[in-house]
């Protein structure tokens, strides 16, 4: 350095200009300028342009202003367009021309553009101008790629390569403080960043991008209009660049990493970083300032000081102390995503993974989080009491506020929402580390409010990671951290905060628990930080944080880098998003559009009526993101949106859909498939729309077949919508609005044998109440006629799920047949494995139908309906009049039927119905036992009634209690119906995928509502 001193140009202004004239042929006015170690002249020529001259220092190398040539000729070649000063060659054709000085010292002049502009550290560091600053240094360096010079392979202590060697300087450090914290970083260096130099890319690049050696536009301040003095460019790593630049940029800059983001938002556009590099980048800024602060230290020592370098030192050490207290995987995150990769590798991995296997995940609560009536906890308003109460650590009134709420409306679960801003966080602890007076206020987790004691469950099996406990007032109280690894998915976190203590003692690091364990119990305020009790829980997809270092609250400014590195928790815990987003018309709106628009009997369920938005195997979800156990839709057979019918049905209709007069595989595949359920002589098949439509082309093939109209129909049954159907239903016809049998309709009793005269015996109660159709025909005989048809449901559902007696229907049949008439099965609702025993309802009585009508479940939900028929049937009904269907039996629906019978056979859902019906009716008759009211348990797989009695042994209806029960039923999240003349009957059919996990579910809710409803009865 002294060297050097001793070696600095001093000519005067005139000495210069002549100089300039002698080399350049400029004749100009010159201004000095600074300049630590050589002598600079700012050239205003004549005709308005500017430019530099530069007197070099005598000491300097020709090695050194040779490559400095060499670079920037380099850049007048490659980039004219850059902002950076451009050779001026001398008279001679040089680059750079000779002088010796008085004292006989010889130094080398070189002349080049002056660039406009003011120095960024005159102006403010936003961050437009830093973005703008990272292009421009991207561009610069883009623009070096491929140079190379002898004088760039300089042994600098200032090369980031060399930072280490900052251990050596520390002595000169006096702070031990200080001194350790510098250690602090060096020994990340040397640990993570060392031994990974060979491998990172390196070029020559400008290696001093501070605020002093960056211009910006005076007229626009956020555009750098150019960077000047390439004193210090060297042969090093790329993404040194960077970390210079940010390291200056960042000192008294509110948010550094926001600074070094902007930068390398910048300089990634123009000049693609790596990951790796970007991982490197804050040490790789601190490496910068622990080398310049202890080259300060050491030249102190060395020269009393020296003002010129020590000029950053002040705010170099308070930038040091701020990111010694950040975490270095928050910044990295910051920067990683300023970059446009993911905050951490494999972050979008994991909620992708969450997505998708949402429905695999177990109950995180006793029942899945959207079975409850929810509702969000208040703490988004800084004015509700909840809220002040718990920001002023009175978490017992907080409490009182909450649970006062969920009394006056049923709300069963409080969700603190994911993202919310936040006024609770009151104490020190949530105070920024990243950004100047600011604080945390964005809650990163999902809160989860009920009584203290409440048992919280892993969805997915997991590691315990650790387990301790927090004593901060407004912490976490009792932490369990979970490591989570499923197959097809980066490993992630799982954060369980505010426990009651008892986890401690139960749970250690180490131990693995299976998908569906107890994780802990939500603590009492005084085991949980002080908090109303809830469960903070939270995703980490950065496996390398430990549990005290995860952000359950973080900064408004970097909630992006917040929504990868801990997101949204709500699918892990079995929350709709629905809870969240409502959209469409309100209930009110609908309702009354439904009047105006449609007919208005146009039937509703519930007096208060539901909207639902989704369906999802077992479950309904409704607008408010509120989950219904669906036990009483049978149409989504195999449960709603199953999957494999969604895409049967997406790609047929993106394939080709037409109506039948052309050649299609797939009716005729489905036709093969569908018969081969049937027994052997049902071999006919059409395809129709709907269940009416069904029963409908069943009663033409009927006339064809048989010239007659007499129908032979049961009470109380339902086969269909249009006038001739409903001519055949007594449900309708005998109701509000009906007329009355007509003439060529004929009603016999429902073959009921739980209201069967008393004195019949079991066993006859087929052929007894068989004897109804038996008087029918004999009284058609008797005038001259005869019966064209039979048609019933194989188990009459409408008529309150009545079990067809043993026998009965052999005994119709075999009468009905005598008298020349056929046999019409409805399946609509008990068809296509709904009993599990049998595919079809009808095999139960051991009869075969000449025709069976099916709809409802047949597509899972598409409007599909189908008639199976006799083979001879079918011949009599080719009279010459051509049958044409536009709809019935299209290419879509057709694989929506296909695929539908693939899921009940490749699913083994038959079996599944009889073990799920078995184990319900088991649990209905251990009810029975417990509840009076409960006359009668009735089903077969899947197809399940319980008959409500105000008095077993007269049998009276228990009609009040029957709509009690669905009603109280509905209002804790399951659905079901009530059937039967007197509407007594509980109906239930869920869908063939119903686990028995499910039915637990249906069970308790059922037992719960008994018990409720029961005790209101009196
Ligand atoms: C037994 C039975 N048959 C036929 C139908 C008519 O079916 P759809 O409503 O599809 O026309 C129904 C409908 O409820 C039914 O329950």
């Given at each position: 350095m002294n060297d050097m001193l001793k070696t600095t140009p001093d000519f005067t202004i005139e000495e210069a200009q002549a100089l300039l004239a002698q080399h350049f042929g400029l004749n100009a006015a010159l201004t000095p300028l600074d300049s630590e170690r050589d002598q600079n002249f700012k050239v205003s020529a004549g005709d308005g342009r500017s430019y530099i001259l530069k007197i070099i220092n005598a000491a300097e190398p020709e090695i050194e202003s040779d490559f400095q040539t060499a670079l920037l000729a380099h850049l007048g070649a490659r980039a004219d367009t850059l902002p950076v000063p451009h050779l001026q060659p001398a008279l001679s054709g040089e680059s750079l021309a000779t002088t010796s000085a008085r004292s006989g010292l010889v130094h080398r002049l070189r002349l080049v553009s002056w660039i406009e502009g003011m120095p960024l550290a005159q102006s403010e560091r936003t961050d437009a101008a830093l973005r703008s600053l990272g292009h421009m240094l991207g561009r610069f360096d883009a623009s070096l790629k491929g140079f190379m010079h002898p004088g760039a392979l300089r042994d600098l202590d200032w090369d980031i390569r060399n930072a280490g060697r900052s251990a050596g300087r520390l002595l000169h450090v006096a702070d031990p403080q200080d001194r350790a914290l510098l250690q602090r970083f060096i020994d990340r260096f040397e640990e993570r960043i060392a031994p990974r130099l060979p491998m990172l890319r390196s070029a020559v690049i400008h290696n001093d991008a501070n605020d002093w050696n960056v211009l910006v536009g005076e007229d626009d301040r956020n555009r750098i209009s150019g960077i000047i003095d390439f004193g210090d460019a060297l042969y090093t790593l790329v993404m040194a660049e960077v970390a210079i630049a940010a390291a200056y940029a960042g000192l008294d800059h509110p948010d550094p990493i926001g600074a070094a983001a902007a930068i390398a938002n910048g300089y990634h556009a123009e000049y693609p970083l790596i990951e790796e590099e970007v991982d490197l980048l804050f040490d790789l800024i601190a490496m910068r300032l622990v080398t310049s602060v202890t080259i300060s230290a050491s030249r102190r020592a060395h020269t009393g000081g020296n003002p010129y370098l020590a000029i950053s030192e002040r705010p170099a050490w308070a930038l040091l102390r701020k990111l010694d207290a950040m975490n270095p995987r928050f910044a990295t995150a910051i920067l990683r995503k300023a970059c446009g990769f993911e905050a951490v590798a494999g972050a979008r991995a994991v909620g992708a993974w969450i997505d998708r296997n949402r429905k695999n995940l177990l109950a995180l609560l006793d029942r899945p989080a959207a079975a409850y009536a929810a509702d969000i906890v208040p703490y988004g308003d800084p004015a509700h009491p909840m809220t002040v109460n718990s920001a002023a650590a009175r978490p017992h009134e907080a409490q009182s506020v909450w649970t006062e709420h969920c009394r006056g409306t049923g709300v069963e679960l409080g969700i603190g929402p994911w993202g919310e801003a936040r006024t609770v966080y009151s104490g020190e602890m949530f105070v920024s580390r990243l950004l100047e007076k600011t604080r945390r206020s964005r809650h990163l987790g999902l809160d989860l409010f009920k009584a203290a004691g409440t048992k919280v469950y892993t969805p997915l099996a997991a590691t315990v990671a650790s387990v301790e406990i927090e004593t901060d007032p407004l912490g976490y109280g009792c932490l369990v951290a979970l490591r989570h690894e499923p197959e097809g998915c980066p490993p992630f976190l799982t954060l369980w905060g505010h426990l009651a203590h008892e986890a401690v003692g139960r749970l250690k690091a180490g131990d693995t628990l299976e998908a569906g364990a107890l994780v802990g119990e939500m603590g009492a305020p005084e085991e949980n930080g002080g908090w109303a009790p809830h469960l903070h829980l939270q995703i980490?997809?950065?496996?390398?944080?430990?549990?005290?270092?995860?952000?359950?609250?973080?900064?408004?400014?970097?909630?992006?880098?917040w929504s990868e590195l801990f997101p949204d928790a709500s699918a892990f815990a079995g929350v709709a998003p629905e809870f969240y987003e409502q959209t469409g018309r309100t209930h009110e709106e609908i309702v009354r559009l439904r009047k105006d628009l449609l007919l208005s009997n146009l039937s509703i369920s519930y007096e208060k009526p539901i909207k639902f938005v989704r369906g999802e195997g077992v479950w309904l979800i409704d607008d408010r993101g509120r989950a219904y156990l669906d036990c009483f839709n049978n149409v989504c057979h195999i449960g709603h949106a199953h999957p494999a019918v969604v895409e049967a049905i997406a790609r047929q209709a993106a394939t080709l859909n037409t109506n039948t007069r052309y050649l299609h595989d797939n009716i005729v595949a489905y036709a093969e498939r569908l018969t081969s359920t049937l027994p052997k002589e049902l071999a006919i098949a059409a395809f129709a729309n709907s269940g009416s439509e069904a029963n409908s082309l069943a009663l033409r093939l009927m006339r064809a077949h048989t010239g007659r109209e007499n129908a032979l129909v049961l009470d109380w049954a339902y086969h269909g919508t249009t006038q001739e159907l409903i001519d055949l239903s007594a449900y309708k016809?005998?109701?509000?609005?009906?007329?009355g049998p007509k003439s060529h309709v004929h009603v016999a009793a429902v073959p009921d044998s739980y209201h069967a005269p008393a004195d019949w015996p079991a066993e006859e109660h087929g052929k007894r109440f068989a004897e109804d159709i038996a008087e029918l025909i004999a009284a058609m005989r008797a005038r001259g006629e005869a019966p064209g048809f039979f048609l019933a449901e194989s188990i009459p559902s409408v008529a309150g799920q009545v079990f067809l007696p043993d026998g009965y229907l052999k005994e119709v049949y075999r009468m009905v047949r005598d008298a020349g008439g056929v046999c019409i099965a409805d399946e609509v609702q008990v068809g296509f494995g709904r009993v599990g025993s049998h595919w079809w309802a009808f095999e139960t009585q051991g009869v075969v139908p000449d025709v069976v009508t099916m709809g409802k479940p047949i597509g899972a939900g598409h409007p599909l309906a189908a008639v199976v028929t006799t083979r001879e049937i079918a011949a009599s009904f080719d009279n010459g009049m051509e049958y044409f269907n536009t709809f019935g039996g299209n290419p879509v629906s057709c694989a929506a039927g296909l695929a539908v019978l693939d899921v009940i056979e490749g699913e083994d859902l038959r079996r599944n119905a009889l073990e799920i019906g078995n184990y319900l009716l088991a649990a209905f008759r251990s009810m029975q036992e417990r509840y009076e009211?409960?006359?009668?348990?009735?089903?077969?797989?899947?197809?399940?009634?319980?008959?409500?009695?105000?008095?077993?042994?007269?049998?009276?209806?228990?009609?009040?209690?029957?709509?009690?029960?669905s009603n109280g039923a509905r209002q804790r999240g399951v659905l079901m119906g009530t059937e039967g003349p007197h509407d007594n009957v509980l109906k239930m059919r869920p869908p063939m995928i119903f686990s028995k996990r499910d039915a637990d579910h249906l069970i308790a809710v059922l037992a719960e509502t008994f018990e409720a409803v029961l005790a209101r009865a009196g």
């Open positions: 980490c997809t950065d496996t390398g944080l430990s549990a005290s270092e995860i952000l359950g609250v973080g900064e408004e400014r970097y909630l992006d880098v016809f005998r109701r509000k609005g009906g007329r009211v409960i006359g009668d348990i009735r089903g077969l797989g899947l197809f399940l009634g319980i008959e409500l009695v105000s008095d077993r042994s007269t049998k009276a209806p228990a009609t009040e209690i029957a709509r009690a029960v």
